[in-house]
């Protein structure tokens, strides 16, 4: 038995989707750290609640090397995400049937599969991957669209909960609702590409791929999955799963607020390893916690009735001079010059006739010192 993250302070993190239980609502994401049964069972020792698998298809994948870059300006910088050609699992499906998913479902926790693309293709494999005791099927329309078609072969193959990933690149409330009647849930989003980098040092694009070209995940993603959870979320009433940019738990209850009832973390754990999953759990119970919620479950969906009809904030921003530290950072980023910082004499304030409510300042702050009412 793995430990238990179900409880790391006083708020529940168990969630249930589709008739599944869940001890925590942070799961793998289909990519390399999902891609065989030893690296699945190393993340949910590392505190994932439920086991996303690399997706599989009748083929293996014939992978471009390299295959994944980091995305920042700078040579090296990967905080904002990454890119990457991978595709899809590079083992046979025979492999996955023979042993990485008895393997991964030796860790106890549910396993959801990932399978593409066709519907010929899914309807071939999804049975005998039913069979090997999953619990759940995800879909990819990544490369193909054809959104109906492939969720209807599905359905009609296997008995156990199927869910449908979107890309970032479709009409996704559209399409949520359309699949709503035939799938057990929505899962968005896939990477957002194609994209491209070029080493400036050689003029060689990073990846391996034909033209260059990969796909864009990490933090630089979220504003655009937040967007796509939200919409998906107030189109159906079938549980929403995220992924996109997932780093913190901070990020993970922003997605649960905007409708998710679980998330998917895939770049984080490239990044940072195998315990990334208990540490976004741990930060999700503590803020939890910290304001007064006894289940995760109680704030999804809660941003939901603010987005029809926006923010309505009062200029200028009040100013906590106990929290600032005179640290100069919203001077800086304050392009109407209406914050005035004598860091000598300790003086802070703002001049209400040149702010024009941008709320960068706020946004900037990184100790909370700003707010607007
Ligand atoms: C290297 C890599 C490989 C991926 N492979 C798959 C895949 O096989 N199937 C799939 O549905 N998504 C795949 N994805 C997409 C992720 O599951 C996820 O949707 C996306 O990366 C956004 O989440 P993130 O920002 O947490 O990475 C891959 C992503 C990366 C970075």
């Not at 400036?200 to 391996?208: A, D, R, W």
């Amino acid at each position: 038995m793995l430990g238990d993250s179900s409880q790391i302070g006083m708020a529940d993190l168990r969630i249930e989707i589709a008739g599944m239980r869940f001890r925590n609502p942070v799961f793998t994401a289909a990519g390399p750290t999902s891609r065989d049964g030893m690296t699945l069972l190393n993340a949910a020792a590392g505190g994932a609640g439920g086991l996303v698998a690399k997706t599989v298809s009748v083929k293996p994948a014939d992978v471009p090397k390299p295959n994944m870059a980091a995305l920042g300006s700078g040579r090296r910088e990967s905080r904002r995400g990454i890119l990457n050609a991978e595709l899809w699992s590079e083992l046979p499906i025979e492999r996955w049937l023979e042993k990485e998913y008895e393997i991964a479902l030796g860790s106890g926790l549910p396993v959801i599969a990932s399978v593409g693309y066709t519907p010929e293709e899914v309807s071939e494999i999804a049975p005998k991957i039913q069979a090997k005791g999953v619990n759940a099927i995800e879909f990819s329309t990544h490369y193909v669209g054809g959104h109906v078609e492939i969720a209807k072969a599905l359905r009609d193959s296997v008995d156990i909960p199927i869910f449908v990933k979107l890309s970032p690149k479709v009409d996704v409330a559209k399409i949520a609702k359309d699949l709503e009647p035939i799938v057990d849930g929505i899962v968005g989003i896939n990477t957002y590409g194609p994209v491209l980098r070029i080493d400036i040092e050689t003029g060689k694009p990073v990846l391996g791929s034909d033209l260059g070209e990969g796909w864009m995940s990490g933090a630089s993603l979220k504003p655009i999955a937040m967007r796509c959870i939200a919409d998906i979320a107030r189109s159906v009433s079938k549980p929403v799963i995220a992924v996109g940019g997932v780093t913190t738990g901070e990020d993970a209850i922003e997605f649960m607020m905007a409708g998710a009832s679980a998330v998917e973390v895939c770049t984080a754990a490239i990044l940072q390893g195998d315990t990334v999953y208990g540490q976004i759990v741990g930060e999700m119970g503590k803020w939890l916690d910290e304001h007064g919620y006894d289940s995760v479950n109680a704030i999804r969906g809660t941003a939901l009735k603010h987005l029809d009809k926006g923010v309505k904030l009062k200029p200028p921003p009040k100013v906590d001079l106990e929290k600032c530290t005179r640290c100069g950072l919203c001077p800086k980023s304050c392009v109407y010059h209406a914050i005035n910082l004598d860091k000598g004499k300790g003086t802070f304030s703002i001049d209400s006739e040149k702010c024009e409510g941008c709320g960068m300042c706020v946004s900037v702050c990184p100790y909370f010192a700003l707010s607007l009412e």
